[in-house]
């Protein structure tokens, strides 16, 4: 048996119709289509992934944080969505501070949101611009 052949083993050309350059049987035009498509889903997965780690809010509410929105929180009268609006408040603390409210009495000024476990002079201070407190007598 002789194992040397005076023909050389065949390999497919560049110009061969089996072998015409493309990849899963895409013409490189489909490829890089393909390419581009997958491009701008992956930017668009990381963009929403990143709005959505910053953005804990209740679902329906408003996705606007208070200074984006223009607006103040009244806490004495303010619900739970409102609190959450705040940075640093998520459902629990919001509901502490509900309950600390509806036990204690109305707040009478900013700084007696630190009665409430959980807030100190530190959270008050990076929300102080977006909280107010109303006039409690009701005037």
């Known amino acids: 048996m002789n ?27 489909d490829a890089w289509t393909v390419a581009v498509l997958a491009a701008v889903w992956l930017l668009l997965l ?16 408003l996705a606007l944080q208070p200074e984006q929105a223009g607006l103040r929180i009244e806490i004495n009268h303010a619900s739970m969505a409102e609190f959450r609006l705040l940075e640093g408040i998520g459902p629990a603390l919001a509901q502490r501070i509900i309950d600390d409210r509806d036990e204690r009495g109305p707040f009478q000024s ?8 959980g807030i100190g002079p530190k959270l008050v201070q990076k929300n102080r611009q977006w909280i107010k407190r109303a006039d409690v007598s009701g005037k």
């Not at 990381?46 to 509410?61: C, D, F, V, W």
């Open 110 to 117: 900013v700084d007696d949101l630190q009665r409430v476990k």
């Open 46 to 61: 990381l963009s929403n992934r990143q709005s959505a780690a910053n953005s804990e809010r209740i679902p329906g509410t």
């Open 3 to 29: 194992l040397s052949s005076s023909t050389p083993p065949q390999t497919l050309d560049e110009g061969s119709p089996d072998n015409n350059g493309s990849f899963l049987y895409l013409t490189n035009r």
